[in-house]
């Protein structure tokens, strides 16, 4: 059973940073692309940033390109999601997600498979 577990959320002034984490498990996490998705209050889902299976390839969204990092320890099973200057408009539920297919990594993708997802605040 696929199960992904995220933290690292919390409230954060306007120009903060916060890491974001994601435990994955029951399933090979080094043969799966990963992807960070993000629900802002009234509003739908929306992909933030993919990480290829290796590691090797990432994607952003335009809204968080060159402020949020995404990044993965195979070993430890885990994805991460850095973000700094963050902005009133990154407020949102933060999940993360698993490709369905081997290998495959996508851009402006949002999958089935998720976590709970970690909240993220964004005020002064």
């Known amino acids: 059973e696929v199960r992904l577990v995220e933290s690292g959320g919390g409230l954060v002034q306007p120009g903060g940073s916060l890491r974001l984490s994601c435990e994955a498990s029951g399933f090979t996490f080094s043969s799966y692309g990963m992807y960070w998705i993000r629900q802002a209050p009234g509003k739908g889902l929306e992909w933030v940033s993919s990480?290829?299976?290796?590691?090797?390839?990432?994607y952003y969204a335009d809204s968080v390109k060159g402020r949020f990092t995404v990044s993965r320890d195979n070993a430890k099973n885990m994805l991460y999601l850095q973000l700094n200057s963050l902005r009133t408009e990154d407020t949102a539920m933060y999940y993360c997600?698993?490709?369905?297919?081997?290998?495959?990594?996508?851009?402006?993708?949002?999958?089935?498979?998720r976590g709970q997802g970690t909240q993220v605040t964004v005020s002064s």
């Open positions: 997600g698993k490709d369905p297919e081997l290998y495959a990594v996508r851009a402006n993708y949002v999958p089935t498979d």
């Open positions: 990480s290829h299976s290796g590691g090797g390839r990432s």
